[in-house]
């Protein structure tokens, strides 16, 4: 299968190559970035601002991540509407998860999430590992966040939302800089990057260093080293290659739940390697090649506290490791300024190894072929029409379409209709791996069995409002999504489903997820930033296997402000409020909190560089509310950040 899938990428590739007449290459430029309605290209794989987009996304900028005084990357989301962020630590020590509408757990995600276009959700549960990010955050160009379901694009992971990390450019990074935190809790970080090039070849090195002591009171500290190389080939007017190698390795501490779950350390380790070669005609016609590989591996090898009636306990291996290799090309198209699409295809192999839930997991195969068409019917509408074919050995051939009308009865205000179908397929986990579904001691194993893929059916309607003389924008989406055939396990709410399902991981519940949200971006000077949004979510569920109808806050509020202050320093005051809710998965009651975040640096000249001098406050009013679990108590954490660099 996956050799036939190469031969036809390769044969697309080769017609590809030429196409078109070659001019001078149109990246995605640092300008459009920044722009005042920045354009972006995960929506459809097409340039588009906001209102061309046939979904509603959500872009975070530098000066957005330095000014939410954020130190994990997962805290970043509590800026997009819709969005929740908690911590568990009972997974293999202390995990964030974030989720997009509820319906997530511990182990599970519904979400996409890239990196420069690559996938890093973890092969064997789907989910991601948000402590194993091989770069920090000032690394970070941008990130576009689609609120809604993408599988016409991204694949079938991209089931309720997708979440892309755009890096720096090599060229952005010139020079030497080193940064440093310290604070609270074994706050200890530290960075350092190098970026030089000569000719058309510009290359980054960055190396770094996370700690800390987690929650208080709980055995739950944090270790990760990580490293990443990028380089940028402009090897002529139209071609550009991107090679990056990275990796991460670091440590958990997990604290004592049980005789069978004894205090220890687990290592963990991740690397990665991306080469891209892109062709670019103009701003829209073009294509990509891409390769990558990423890695992940779990150390967890532990001996049970409870001795047996003879003999010494047996030691229990709990790791795991997950291994992927996709190949993926696109190709843009344009016929004059009415009509654009884009189309492309992957080929992915996913190998798992999980001891403790399965002796021998097959790997996983899956091809792709997607497009997308972008009609402007006249200077008032415009269609956005897109289609995923995907085939993998666990659920067969699946489709999912998308459908979006734009329609801007004024310049610069657009009314969005969007309807789309999108799939999520069991991951091998789910479908082959052997969960305990009985009581603690005496556990039960189910045999694996064949599920169906998760489905959803989104409705959107939505407004953009841009008002570019007050350099503000608002967006408020209305949605209604109907969510089938939801996958969870059986016997963690009660054996009588494992009566009723004799399979340890079924297809047995739906949801249904109404409600608005909206974001509000103001820039009034150079000098300001606002940024607000809220958001109100009905779950209607069943909820015969989890607590799906209360997975997620039914109200949250979020403001930022930002203010520069004589061209030396910065202050930022960053605010969220959300009602109470219970995640899914082995969790408790979590209660409606109200918390405070505040950042104020200085920057100066010295030594012929630019330093600059932080601190920041997270929980600044010490509000004890609890994450995910009643011992994961949240505490006032304070850091101070110390940063210089010498540009070239």
């Known amino acids: 299968m996956v050799r036939a899938g190469i031969a036809w990428i390769a044969c697309a590739l080769c017609s590809a190559a030429g196409t078109g007449v070659p001019c001078q290459a149109q990246e995605l430029s640092e300008r459009e970035f920044v722009a005042e309605f920045p354009t972006v290209l995960s929506a459809s794989g097409l340039r588009q601002d906001a209102s061309e987009t046939p979904q509603a996304i959500t872009v ?92 016409a694009t991204h694949g079938i992971g991209a089931f309720l939302a997708t979440i892309n990390f755009i890096t720096k450019h090599a060229v952005q990074e010139r020079g030497a800089e080193a940064t440093a935190d310290a604070g609270n809790e074994g706050i200890r970080d530290g960075s350092a990057r190098f970026g030089s090039g000569f000719g058309q070849f510009d290359y980054r090195l960055v190396a770094g260093h996370r700690a800390d002591g987690g929650f208080a009171n709980i055995a739950d500290g944090r270790t990760r080293n990580y490293a990443t190389a990028r380089a940028d080939w402009q090897i002529g007017p139209v071609d550009n290659l991107l090679m990056q190698v990275g990796g991460t390795d670091g440590s958990n501490d997990v604290s004592f739940r049980g005789v069978n ?77 009415s009509l654009r699409w884009v189309w492309g295809g992957s080929v992915r192999e996913d190998l798992t190894d999980v001891p403790l839930l399965s002796a021998s997991i097959s790997p996983l195969y899956v091809e792709r072929l997607f497009g997308h068409v972008e009609w402007r019917a006249s200077e008032s509408l415009l269609a956005n029409v897109g289609l995923m074919v995907e085939d993998n050995r666990l659920s067969g051939t699946d489709l999912a379409p998308q459908l979006a009308l734009n329609w801007s009865p004024a310049a610069n205000q657009t009314i969005r209709f969007n309807l789309s179908r999108a799939l999520r397929t069991p991951t091998v986990i789910e479908n082959q791996g052997k969960f305990a579904v009985g009581p603690p001691g005496t556990p039960r194993y189910g045999p694996p069995g064949d599920l169906l893929p998760e489905t959803i059916l989104s409705r959107e309607i939505s407004y953009v409002g841009q008002w570019p003389e007050q350099h503000a924008t608002l967006d408020v989406k209305l949605f209604d999504d109907d969510v089938n055939e939801l996958i969870d396990l059986i016997g963690t709410r009660n054996d009588s489903a494992a009566q009723a399902f004799p399979k340890n991981a079924v297809n047995g519940d739906a949801a249904r997820e109404r409600g608005v949200e909206g974001q509000f971006v103001w820039r009034p000077s150079d000098a300001t930033m606002v940024l607000a949004s809220a958001s109100y979510l009905n779950i209607s569920s069943a909820d015969l296997l989890d607590n799906y109808s209360t997975s997620a806050p039914r109200t949250s509020v979020h403001l930022l402000l930002s ?19 219970r995640a899914a998965g082995y969790s408790e009651p979590q209660r409606a909190f109200c918390r405070f975040d505040a950042r104020v640096a200085r920057q100066f000249r010295i030594f012929g560089g630019e330093a600059e001098v932080a601190l920041t406050a997270q929980n600044l009013f010490d509000d004890h509310y609890t994450e995910y679990r009643h011992d994961d108590v949240a505490e006032r954490l304070f850091w101070l950040t110390v940063s210089f660099g010498l540009q070239k």
């Not at 989910?127 to 689609?146: K, M, Q, R, T």
């Not at 910065?570 to 969220?576: K, L, R, T």
Request: glycine share 10%.
């Open 60 to 151: 975070i900028d530098q000066a957005m991540i330095k000014a939410s005084g954020a130190r994990e990357f997962a805290e970043l989301f509590r800026l997009v509407p819709g969005f929740t962020v908690s911590y568990v630590t009972y997974v293999k020590g202390l995990q964030p998860i974030v989720s997009y509408h509820g319906l997530g757990r511990e182990f599970f995600s519904r979400l996409q999430v890239l990196i420069d276009g690559r996938s890093i959700n973890n092969g064997t549960l789907g989910g991601v590992d948000w402590s194993e990010f091989p770069f920090a955050l000032e690394d970070i160009d941008h990130i576009e966040v689609i609120r809604g379901p993408s599988n």
């Open 261 to 337: 779950d004894p205090q220890r350390t687990v290592d963990l380790s991740t690397g990665y390697a991306q080469l891209k070669w892109s062709r670019s005609f103009d701003a829209d016609n073009g294509w990509y090649a891409q390769l990558y590989y990423y890695h992940f591996r779990l150390s967890d090898l532990f001996q049970p506290q409870l001795l047996p009636p003879v003999g010494v306990p047996q030691l229990i291996d709990g790791g795991s490791t997950a291994r992927r290799t996709d190949l993926e090309i696109q190709q843009n198209f344009s016929t004059g300024t």
């Open 563 to 581: 203010h520069r202050f004589a061209d030396t320093w910065d202050a930022s005051v960053n605010v969220q409020q959300q009602s109470g809710f």
